[in-house]
C-alpha cells in the first residue's frame, strides 16, 4: 500500500527530470530551481533524516540516496 500526496513539480537544472520539489533533486541528488506544477505521487519517510518524501532515488529534504538494498 502507497500514501499518495499532492507535490508541487520542478525541472532540475542539473539532470533536467521534473521531480518534486524541495531542497534536492530526486533523480540526481542536486539542488534545483522551482517552478509551479503538482502532481500525486507515493511518498516513503527518508531513513536519513525521517522526512516524509516522494518515493525516488534521493530524499528531496536531505538529498540522500535512498539504495536501501544496500542497508539490509
Do not use: W
Amino acid at each position: 500500500m502507497f500514501l499518495k500526496l499532492m507535490y508541487e513539480m520542478v525541472v532540475c537544472h542539473h539532470c533536467g527530470k521534473k521531480v518534486p520539489l524541495g531542497k534536492f533533486c530526486t533523480n540526481c541528488g542536486a539542488k534545483f530551481i522551482v517552478s509551479n506544477s503538482k502532481q500525486n505521487l507515493s511518498v516513503d519517510v527518508c531513513l536519513n533524516c525521517g522526512s516524509l518524501t516522494p518515493d525516488r532515488v534521493y530524499c528531496s529534504a536531505c538529498g540522500f540516496h535512498k539504495n536501501y538494498e544496500k542497508l539490509f
